[in-house]
């Protein structure tokens, strides 16, 4: 066979390639029911937009409010508005926001719960070529402040509740009058309610030049579990037909699907798949905030066919009594998405035990946006892979001199795609430290086997060198979570006089289960584990700290060992 490749010339291979690349393409595309419009009306909107280079991700709205302006597009409790409600929202919103004084290229805050005004204020903002936000409602005044004066915002739209917050992080920035817009305010009080505001713009649709100005761009706050948060800078303009089109041909996503919102929309997890959804012209059901018996009610009131979790949510869920889950009926799921932080195999194994063949494991980040995906096929064909590349995402590996290992060996992972972040806001230091050419990286550490399946070992950040040794925490907390007593850990270096670096280990025990002693503990490591690997001392804890995402806050262990 080696000897037949070596005889066919190069252009002939790579046309061959460029071929199956596009049939698959053609797939993935056709089995999601996306193969055309339903209406003259929708056809004549997209074609005009697309004759005058005026097709954005803000477009879609107005193209399905021709194409099926009476089918239901954004559900929460009991409101529901069709694609012509919403598509008329978002342009009195994005109309209101101008004549307020927010021009293209500028920024606009965004500090909600899950919510249908989320999805208007995060669309109106591109169709007059603002750049959206994202603030998490958890944040405190100071963390506020600072997302407001990083980002330079123009304008702030938040949830009433969120007024104190407010009020106090943005005293000394000029955001006063109508340019403060509070979701759920009375008319006649101190802050300007969300649905006046939305009263005093046009219906008419933004005109083009703003947006062609302004982009389409977002800024996504990291998580900042190593310092203060970076805002990754993000033009969707840019992300084309392929950013969606090779998720799909991984993930059987459908036109019909009806995706319950359940992670928070200021994340990647939730903002990214339910834009998604709206891309085939789904159907999406937001839940305001994640409670596990919350989302199995809504599976079975709405009949849920995917949604996106990170893995504490997916804990959350599994961890409820049988009885409890056994009250509603979730046999409608087909994809649940878990992302955000690592899912351990325990936890993969419950779930398929509970679920069935419906988890997907994807592997992405704020600057990456989505990299790799596990099937349920991929878990059993290498336990313990975040999958392979997805098609039109390219991936390398590469060593402390940035350059490429083997397959087998250790490297920071790198990606490339038309959703990789320009980089962040007003910090072009950690930028460049962040780029290798047109590739990203997170500091993430892991190893590609021939198959191409990969493996996280850690973050460079988190690797131990203890004895000389390199050492991945990522590798100890997977064999101490298969324990039938943990239910999960984490894995830290601390300073050692003898050794550099000594390994400590937090366990957390599993609901009714009794946690060995340490020596029964190290036993158990050294099973599996070279000697300068086994943790030489555990801590147990009730429950590991972590961001909103699920990741777990290492430094705050660290520091905790240091007390």
């Known amino acids: 066979m080696d000897r037949i490749s070596e005889l066919i010339p190069k252009p002939l291979i790579d046309a061959g390639e460029a071929l199956v690349d596009g049939l698959d393409t053609l797939r993935a595309l056709y089995e999601t029911g996306a193969v055309g419009f339903g209406s003259i009306a929708g056809f004549v909107e997209a074609s005009r937009r697309a004759a005058a280079g005026d097709l954005h991700p803000a477009a879609l709205w107005s193209i399905y409010a021709a194409d ?19 598509n008329c929202r978002i342009n ?11 021009e293209p290229g500028e920024r606009v805050a965004i500090m909600l719960h899950n919510s249908i005004e989320w999805f208007e204020a995060m669309a109106a903002c591109q169709k007059i070529g603002a750049s959206a936000v994202f603030v998490s409602y958890r944040y405190t005044a100071p963390e506020v402040r600072y997302l407001l004066e990083n980002s330079g915002a123009r304008a702030f739209v938040f949830g009433v509740e969120h007024a104190r917050v407010v009020g106090e992080a943005s005293a000394t920035i000029d955001l006063g009058g109508d340019r403060s817009i509070a979701v759920g305010a009375d008319p006649g009080g101190e802050l300007m309610p969300y649905e006046l505001f939305l009263a005093r713009g046009s219906e008419d649709e933004p005109p083009a030049e703003w947006r062609q100005r302004g982009g389409s761009r977002t800024i996504l706050y990291t998580s900042g579990t190593t310092g203060k948060p970076k805002g990754a800078v993000r033009d969707l303009s840019k992300a084309g037909l392929p950013a969606a089109v090779g998720l799909l041909r991984r993930v059987p996503f ?5 995706h319950l919102v359940a992670a928070p929309l200021y994340h990647a997890t939730g903002s990214g798949f339910a834009a998604i959804h709206l891309e085939l012209g789904g159907t999406l059901h937001v839940l305001e905030m994640f409670d596990p018996l919350a989302f199995l009610a809504a599976v079975d009131r709405e009949r849920i066919t995917t949604s996106a979790l990170v893995p504490t949510m997916l804990r959350a869920i599994l961890e409820l009594p049988a009885a409890e889950r056994s009250k509603f009926d979730v046999s409608s799921l087909r994809i649940i998405i878990t992302t955000g932080s690592a899912l351990s195999e325990s936890l993969e194994h419950a779930a398929r035990e509970t679920l069935g063949d419906v988890l997907y494991d994807l592997y992405g980040s704020t600057e990456m946006a989505y990299v790799s995906v596990a099937t349920p096929d991929d878990k059993r064909a290498c336990p313990g892979t ?16 940035r350059r490429p290992v083997p397959d087998g ?7 490339r795609s038309s959703l990789t972040v320009e980089g962040y806001h007003g910090n072009d230091a950690a930028s460049r430290e962040s780029r290798y050419g047109d590739y990203f990286s997170v500091g993430d550490l892991a190893v590609r ?10 973050r460079k950040t988190d690797m131990v060198i203890s004895g000389g040794m390199n050492v991945y925490p990522a590798e100890i907390e997977a064999v101490l979570s298969a324990h039938p007593a943990i239910r999960e850990a984490a894995v830290i270096g601390v300073p050692d006089e003898k050794w550099g670096e000594a390994l400590v280990a937090f366990v957390v025990r599993k609901p009714g289960a009794t946690l060995p002693a340490d020596e029964e503990l190290v036993a158990f490591c050294r099973q599996s584990l070279a000697g300068y690997k086994v943790p030489r001392r555990f801590e147990r804890v009730s429950e590991l700290p972590r961001n909103p995402t ?3 806050l290492k430094q705050e262990l660290r520091a905790r060992v240091g007390d």
């Open 449 to 458: 086997d021939s198959r191409g399946y990969l493996k996280l070992v850690g």
């Open 550 to 552: 699920g990741k777990v």
């Open 92 to 102: 009195r919103l994005g109309n209101a926001l101008h004549t307020v004084g927010v």
């Open 254 to 258: 459908r036109v019909a699907d009806r």
């Open 386 to 401: 975040i999958g392979r590349a997805i098609p039109g995402v390219d991936v390398v590996l590469l060593d402390g001199d």
């Open 409 to 415: 060996e250790v490297g920071e992972l790198f990606a």
């Open 68 to 86: 099926k302006p009476d089918e239901v597009v954004l559900v929460q409790g009991e409101r529901r508005f069709t694609w012509a409600e919403a």
